[in-house]
């Protein structure tokens, strides 16, 4: 089965660049489906930052306006994230998941264990 | 956006008891609905979708029903296990959108 790990710096400085790679394996990132960024500030609930599909078609939530790029390396079977001129309302826990099935909208599973990211000087 | 609205947001229950937990949308979803479990320090788990399919592996203790604006987890027995975080997620408009989460504790 599927299994996603997420990997990154934990601590980038304000007005900085988050960046984040979430490697799959158990299955190719290359097959019909979409994957995504959730993230979850601490003790808060749950936010979804967007979505690639297998082809590099992106949907990002629109609460973080231009800042939010994501990309495929398929060569590694990853996907990336990238999010621009980052404050401390940043400050989380990422997680990289999978859609449940090939629609552009779905739940999600499996997803990674997941990696903080504090945003500080 | 859909906002999603969980109640009650802490719910004591006893080993054994059922525990029934609301998910309320602001406008209709349809049945694309999953319901997830997050324990302290791990990710969240695919507990229900399309409103009442379990997940591959959830025991049938766990079941999910609504449609529209209105959806319910419940859980028939509660377990140790059990006690956790769950969150509601509607998957029909875009943006995805979650609730804020209910807190099952033990009484």
């Known amino acids: 089965q599927v299994q996603l790990q997420e990997s990154g710096p934990g601590l980038v400085k304000p007005s900085g660049t988050l960046s984040l790679m979430c490697a799959v394996s158990?299955?190719?990132?290359?097959?019909?489906?979409?994957w995504s960024w959730v993230r979850q500030p601490p003790g808060k609930g749950l936010e979804w930052v967007g979505q690639?599909?297998?082809?590099?078609?992106?949907n990002y939530n629109p609460s973080l306006g231009s800042r939010v790029t994501m990309s495929l390396d398929k060569s590694k079977n990853q996907f990336s994230l990238q999010l621009s001129s980052v404050t401390a309302a940043d400050t989380a826990v990422y997680y990289c998941?999978?859609?449940?099935?090939?629609?552009?909208?779905?739940?999600?599973?499996?997803w990674g264990q997941g990696t903080l990211v504090t945003v500080a000087s | 956006e859909i906002v999603m609205t969980q109640s009650p947001a802490t719910l004591s229950v006893s080993p054994g008891e059922r525990a029934t937990l609301s998910c309320r949308a602001s406008?209709?979803?349809?049945?694309?609905l999953a319901w997830y479990q997050q324990k302290p320090g791990q990710a969240p788990r695919l507990l229900i979708y399309?409103?009442?399919t379990r997940a591959t592996g959830i025991p049938d203790r766990f079941s999910g029903g609504g449609s529209g604006t209105e959806f319910t987890l419940t859980v028939s027995s509660l377990q140790s296990e059990d006690f956790a975080i769950y969150y509601c997620?509607?998957?029909?408009?875009?943006?995805?959108?979650f609730g804020q989460g209910t807190k099952v504790e033990i009484k």
């Open positions: 399309g409103a009442s």
């Open positions: 997620h509607q998957y029909n408009n875009w943006p995805a959108t």
């Open positions: 998941a999978k859609f449940g099935n090939s629609r552009w909208l779905s739940w999600f599973d499996p």
């Open positions: 690639i599909s297998h082809s590099g078609t992106t």
């Open positions: 406008q209709g979803v349809s049945s694309d």
């Open positions: 158990g299955g190719s990132i290359s097959n019909n489906n979409w």
